[in-house]
């Protein structure tokens, strides 16, 4: 860190502090060389998570369309807000955990399917069908058949 003052390189630090609500700390110094103070403050630095859409497009991530796409699916359904809202968190882990600035949006619709199957059928196959874009009848049909050989997901009591 060079001193605003005299360009000199060293500094020791007087005082140190969380500040911005706990987004950053706030470092008190002096320059070993004019004995001047001055301030800094250090962030985390955060990097944009962009989402790949099928048509190849590019957009930074957005939470609410996720939670959007859920309380869709879980419309009318035994399923608080409070649920839906930590499926989304369960979602944002798992993104968290791979460690990379962009998803394909085909990603997140399976870890959304994958939780919704783990939480109630109606709202899986409402989902599947707006995901997996059914074109007819038969597709949803299918749909509800592949259910049937699976375990049967039933709806979990909120923990």
Do not use: W
């Not at 004995?35 to 944009?48: L, N, Q, S």
């Not at 959007?68 to 979602?91: F, N, Y």
């Amino acid at each position: 860190m060079r001193c605003p003052f005299c360009n000199y390189e060293q500094d020791k630090v007087v005082d140190s502090r969380g500040s911005k609500e706990g987004r950053a700390i706030r470092r008190r110094r002096e320059c070993l060389k004019c004995g001047k103070r001055f301030t800094t403050y250090e962030y985390i630095e955060t990097v944009t998570l962009s989402i790949i859409k099928n048509d190849k497009r590019r957009e930074p991530y957005d939470r609410s369309k996720i939670l959007q796409g859920l309380t869709t699916a879980c419309k009318k359904r035994p399923i608080s807000m409070k649920k839906i809202e930590s499926i989304v968190d369960t979602i944002e882990d798992d993104i968290a955990k791979l460690s990379k600035i962009e998803i394909p949006s085909s990603y997140i619709g399976k870890l959304v399917m994958d939780e919704l199957f783990k939480l109630d059928e109606v709202a899986y196959v409402r989902f599947a069908s707006v995901y997996r874009k059914f074109k007819d009848k038969g597709e949803f049909i299918s749909q509800v058949k592949e259910l049937d050989s699976r375990e049967e997901p039933r709806l979990r009591s909120p923990r």
